[in-house]
């Protein structure tokens, strides 16, 4: 079992950068799949970003495709996103999750969750 804890989140200008971090516990984090969503208020949970667990595949959501990157560090248990050139409709709280057998896209095949982090982007 794996317990994540979103970190990193913030208010930032437009144009701006963030850089989120999920911190896993747990043995088997170098084995999951592990993705970024993210939720507006009103809005459904939405798929940002993914990663495999071998770090040779990344997945993006064509809203941050060249802005956002995804990346993990194994050896340390942390998962990274990489937020440049922010505009005001990123602003959600964003998750990290992970799964051995996670469906990329699909945030129903993702059974660990961290809490999420706000981020806050103002025009």
């Known amino acids: 079992q794996v317990q994540l804890v979103e970190s990193g989140g913030g208010l930032v200008q437009g144009g701006g950068s963030l850089r989120l971090s999920c911190a896993a516990s747990?043995?088997?984090?170098?084995?999951?799949?592990m993705g970024w969503f993210r939720q507006a208020p009103g809005k459904e949970r939405e798929f940002v970003a993914a990663i495999t667990w071998s770090r040779e595949d990344t997945y993006y959501a064509d809203s941050v495709k060249g802005r956002f990157t995804i990346s993990r560090d194994n050896a340390k248990n942390t998962l990274y996103l990489q937020m440049n050139s922010l505009k005001p409709e990123d602003t959600a709280v964003y998750y990290c999750?992970?799964?051995?057998?996670?469906?990329?896209?699909?945030?129903?095949?993702?059974?660990?969750w961290g809490q999420g982090t706000q981020v806050t982007v103002s025009s």
């Open positions: 999750a992970g799964d051995p057998r996670a469906s990329v896209f699909q945030k129903g095949s993702y059974a660990y």
């Open positions: 747990g043995r088997r984090f170098s084995s999951y799949t």
